[in-house]
């Protein structure tokens, strides 16, 4: 199959924990995708020029730093990780992604007791990810020796191969059914949009661009609502600094309520019920919150 060079190509997780929210991101973003079935290697958008590949997420930064792929899906520990055995970096990060979050963390046996980073030094380290693991100890003086592993990392230590472990963690079961307890935070991760530094022509540039555009609309409205609500002109300073993450509210007066105006703004934050609460104390009422359903900034 040779790329078609007027669509664009998007590199996806084929199968894994990220498939399934960055195709959802994409049919959220309007796309209809089609692809060949389960063992399928390639897909794409029915109403886009957008060609999917569907590859090991190991293989996404390779696919986006080569130009193979103007776009790729892929977890920040999968992305810094290969970025740091390169000599350059020929991607760039256009977006976080809000899903397929998770940290990468240094545990020990249960039974290690206080922990102090000076215990990792002259131990052994077992880790999927070796650079990210030797960047975290060069840069705080620590020599430790680097296992890597490509998988299990977690029975390292009651193999006997290491005495400490470099491993992804989210909700932390895994290393608990390990007898293993998390000591250091190493990196934060979440799924990110990464586009190729290569140079790409004109037309592909202005589809990039209309497809990010898309997607940072997705990302935005997930977290946004529109909050309508009447309130006292005093208390109009008081009630924007409470509305989450509002910029420039609209501001009407009400006919017949001398003194007092409507307020409409989004909020690109949670809107939790602590925070209808203080906007009523402030003097706010009929306050209304709605959901967004799409949004283009
Ligand atoms: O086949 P392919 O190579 O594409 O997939 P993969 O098996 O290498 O990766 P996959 O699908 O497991 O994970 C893809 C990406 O999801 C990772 O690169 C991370 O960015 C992200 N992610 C989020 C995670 C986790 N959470 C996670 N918990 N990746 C792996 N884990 C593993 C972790 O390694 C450990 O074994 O889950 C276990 C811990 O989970 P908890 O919940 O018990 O703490
Ligand atoms: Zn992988």
């Not at 996806?12 to 924990?17: A, D, F, M």
């Not at 390990?178 to 934060?188: K, P, Q």
């Not at 706010?284 to 959901?291: C, G, K, N």
Request: proline share 5%; aromatic share 4%.
């Amino acid at each position: 199959m040779s790329p078609d060079r007027n669509r664009l190509h998007l590199a996806l997780q084929k199968s894994g924990r990220l498939s399934e929210q960055s195709r959802q991101l994409l049919k959220d973003a309007g796309l209809k995708l089609v692809d060949g079935g389960k063992n399928a290697l390639s897909g794409r958008a029915e109403n886009f020029p957008l060609d999917l590949m569907l590859v090991r997420d190991d293989d996404i930064p390779t696919f986006v730093a080569d130009g193979v792929c103007e776009l790729g899906i892929v977890g920040q520990n999968v992305l810094e990780e290969y970025a740091l055995g390169q000599p350059e970096r020929r991607f760039e990060q256009v977006a976080r992604l809000g899903f397929g979050r998770c940290s990468l963390k240094i545990a020990a046996p249960d039974s290690i007791g206080r922990f102090d980073l000076a215990m990792l030094e002259g131990q052994r380290i077992a880790t999927s990810y070796p650079q990210l693991t030797a960047r975290f100890l060069a840069e705080r003086g620590i020599a430790a020796e680097v296992v890597t592993m490509r998988g299990a990392v977690e029975l390292a230590p009651r193999l006997g191969i290491a005495g400490f472990v470099c491993d992804l963690v989210s909700t932390g079961a895994t290393l608990d059914a390990n007898g293993l307890t998390a000591v250091a935070d190493v990196f934060e991760s979440e799924a990110v949009l990464v586009q190729t530094r290569r140079p790409i022509d004109r037309a592909h540039a202005e589809k990039v661009e209309a497809l990010l555009a898309r997607i940072n609309g997705v990302i935005a409205t997930a977290e946004s609502k529109y909050i309508v609500l009447n309130a006292p002109e005093a208390a109009l300073p008081a009630i924007i600094r409470i509305l989450p993450g509002a910029e420039a509210p609209t501001v009407v007066p009400l006919i017949g309520r001398q003194g007092h105006v409507a307020v409409q703004a989004v909020c690109q934050e949670s809107v939790f019920w602590e925070t209808l609460e203080r906007l009523k104390a402030e003097g706010a009422s009929a306050i209304l919150v709605m959901p967004i359903e799409k949004m283009m900034l």
